[in-house]
């Protein structure tokens, strides 16, 4: 019993408290800069889609995340619980704006004529 109280009064832990610390600002940093870029894409496609379609906010907030969650598509039942709601190209045109955002691909003409819905 004394061998393990001297072994644990005078342990050093300094390397793996500063390793430990140094991760976790490393997956910080990581998961920061994943947020911020995510951000970035939200605002670029939620402006997109706004400029060209009329829908409720919510809606198409959900609809963002949701299809950036699934990897830039949006599932068919997805699609049918906003089909009372979203029209079916308007779906698709947000789904396409997150997909080419999320390929660093511009999301169409700056100057394209806006559509009415």
Same mark, same amino acid.
């Given at each position: 019993?004394?061998?393990a109280d001297t072994w644990f009064r005078h342990m050093d832990l300094t390397e793996a408290v500063?390793?430990?610390l140094a991760m976790a600002q490393?997956? #910080? *940093?990581t998961h920061m800069r994943q947020e911020v870029a995510f951000l970035g894409l939200f605002d670029r496609v939620k402006r997109h889609i706004n400029e060209r379609h009329d829908l409720r906010g919510s809606d198409l907030a959900n609809l963002i995340v949701t299809i950036f969650q699934n990897g830039g598509t949006l599932s068919n039942n997805r699609r049918k619980r906003?089909? *009372? $709601?979203?029209?079916?190209?308007? #779906?698709?045109?947000?789904?396409?704006?997150v997909s $080419?955002?999320?390929?660093?691909?511009? #999301?169409?003409?700056?100057?394209d004529?806006?559509?009415?819905?």
């Open positions: 019993m004394a061998e500063t390793f430990t490393a997956s #910080l *940093d906003y089909a *009372d $709601r979203v029209q079916a190209h308007v #779906l698709d045109a947000i789904e396409e704006a $080419r955002a999320m390929q660093d691909k511009p #999301l169409g003409e700056e100057n004529e806006h559509e009415e819905h």
